[in-house]
């Protein structure tokens, strides 16, 4: 990827891919969402309930890959940048999604020998896949910046990369038991999930097989000597437009994530429905299925950044509301949960269609253009944020006086209401302070492009 020149005055630019190449390109995300959201949904379950891991090193397991994961995705991105694969990046999606299919398996391969080399055989699988998934997702997000340089075009993929990941999510989450108990034969739940891993890698290797081979760059950079580690981080450093939109959505990762996390315990011990809660998780699902096409259409005609107001207005608005006035009923309580969905998906959809852009701008302002580095910085500080938030509601559902499995006091309960609402609804106020200052106003970004070909 390296660093570019501005392109010659006479230079050409490639003609816009189509829609359904557009598409194609956007759909290699239901694949990479096949193994991530296995990952997150029944990963840290599968270790404790079918392998009989004591929960604790289940966690310390799930931690410390969470950990790697986000030094990988940023190595991953430097070395983008500085290495250019054989073949193109759509010869690597191609090939690489076998060695990925393969570390997904590991993952989830029950320990071969009993005992501590047995955990460390569990652990290393999950190492191997982790490691796996970021030096093939990381590219695959890069690729995003060259199939093609028309942000409402960068727009629609971030678009149709968002309801691919939804769908993927639905399916595993549907389908992983019921799958991995018809190949394996099995009837115990716990032992379906290597027969659905085996599925699953199968699916996603064919599929970015097929994306990759289908990949055409629309707008290639000049090849020129590979920019420096250090003067890369100055680069991104530099970027305000990188900058402010990351902290904006480290913001909103902070608040959702307090959010999510607390659904189940809200269900359980302010409502007393675990079930219910389940059903609001999967309810939630399918509102991202139906309002992104939504958000992508009122993209168009407010631009954006508008778009970020809105969605952040509208769920700061739901949270000021969640932590004055109690909610006493599941069904309202869905509902409340789905809506919220809705605005947080839009806030999703901007990051995405954004992040692209940030490119062009950065290269405008330092003269270089680092494509790999920026989408690896982005996926570490979203998982610093994640850790954010885990801290915080530990933390503060620690100070509230909140024990396990017991009726919870009123004060407690109180003070677990304030610290699910009350800190996303300010995390989600600093979101839109670092939007404000984001300079990519709408038509700013098309600007940039012209000015980088002359």
């Known amino acids: 990827m390296g660093s570019r020149c501005a392109l010659p005055i006479d230079a050409i630019p490639a003609p816009r891919p189509t829609r359904f190449r557009l598409a194609l390109f956007g759909f290699g995300d239901f694949a990479f969402n096949l193994y991530w959201q296995s990952a997150m949904l029944f990963l840290l379950f599968y270790y404790t309930d079918a392998l009989g891991l004591p929960v604790g090193v289940a966690a310390t397991i799930f931690l410390a890959a969470s950990v790697w994961d986000g030094i990988a995705n940023f190595t991953a991105g430097l070395l983008a940048d500085r290495h250019e694969?054989?073949?193109?990046?759509?010869?690597?999606?191609?090939?690489?999604?076998?060695?990925?299919?393969?570390?997904?398996?590991?993952?989830?391969?029950?320990?071969?020998?009993?005992?501590?080399?047995?955990?460390?055989?569990?652990?290393?699988?999950?190492?191997?896949?982790?490691?796996?998934?970021?030096?093939?997702?990381?590219?695959?997000?890069?690729?995003?910046?060259?199939?093609?340089?028309?942000?409402?075009?960068?727009?629609?993929?971030?678009?149709?990369?968002?309801?691919?990941?939804?769908?993927?999510?639905?399916?595993?989450?549907?389908?992983?038991?019921?799958?991995?108990?018809?190949?394996?034969?099995?009837?115990?739940?716990?032992?379906?999930?290597?027969?659905?891993?085996?599925?699953?890698?199968?699916?996603?290797?064919?599929?970015?097989?097929?994306?990759?081979?289908?990949?055409?760059?629309?707008?290639?950079?000049?090849r020129a000597a590979p920019v420096p580690v250090l003067t890369a981080l100055r680069a991104i450093a530099a970027n305000r437009a990188f900058v402010t939109l990351n902290l904006a959505m480290m913001a909103v990762i902070v608040a959702v994530t307090i959010l999510n996390k607390s659904v189940l315990?809200?269900?359980?011990?302010?409502?007393?429905?675990?079930?219910?809660?389940q059903l609001a998780l999967a309810s939630m699902s399918v509102v991202s299925a139906v309002s992104v096409p939504l958000w992508m259409l009122l993209r168009r005609r407010i631009g954006a950044r508008g778009l970020w107001f809105l969605a952040a207005g509208l769920a700061s608005a739901g949270l000021a509301?969640?932590?004055?006035?109690?909610?006493?009923?599941?069904?309202?309580?869905?509902?409340?949960?789905?809506?919220?969905?809705?605005?947080?998906?839009?806030?999703?959809?901007?990051?995405?269609?954004?992040?692209?852009?940030?490119i062009e701008y950065g290269e405008q302002r330092t003269g270089l253009r680092v494509e790999g580095a920026v989408f690896g910085m982005a996926a570490l500080l979203q998982r610093v944020a994640i850790g954010i938030a885990t801290a915080i509601i530990g933390f503060g559902f620690d100070a509230a006086g909140y024990v396990a499995n017991v009726e919870q006091s009123a004060a407690t309960l109180t003070a677990m209401r304030l610290t699910i609402g009350a800190v996303p609804l300010a995390f989600l106020v600093f979101s839109c302070v670092m939007m404000a200052l984001n300079p990519l106003a709408r038509g700013a970004h098309a600007q940039i492009v012209k000015d980088l070909r002359r």
Request: no cysteine.
């Open 265 to 277: 315990y809200y269900f359980k011990y302010f409502l007393h429905d675990e079930a219910s809660g």
């Open 321 to 358: 509301a969640f932590a004055l006035f109690d909610i006493h009923r599941a069904g309202v309580m869905q509902a409340y949960l789905m809506a919220m969905q809705a605005m947080i998906v839009g806030l999703n959809f901007v990051f995405w269609a954004m992040l692209p852009n940030t």
């Open 85 to 222: 694969p054989r073949g193109g990046l759509g010869r690597l999606l191609a090939l690489g999604g076998v060695p990925l299919g393969l570390g997904f398996m590991l993952a989830y391969l029950p320990p071969l020998v009993p005992g501590y080399w047995g955990m460390a055989g569990i652990f290393a699988g999950h190492i191997l896949f982790r490691t796996a998934y970021a030096f093939l997702n990381v590219p695959y997000l890069a690729m995003s910046a060259r199939v093609s340089a028309d942000s409402n075009d960068r727009a629609f993929v971030a678009g149709v990369r968002m309801l691919s990941g939804t769908l993927a999510a639905i399916v595993v989450a549907l389908g992983t038991v019921p799958l991995g108990s018809g190949l394996l034969g099995v009837e115990v739940a716990a032992d379906a999930y290597f027969g659905a891993a085996m599925l699953f890698a199968l699916a996603g290797a064919a599929i970015l097989a097929l994306v990759g081979a289908s990949y055409r760059e629309a707008d290639v950079p000049d």
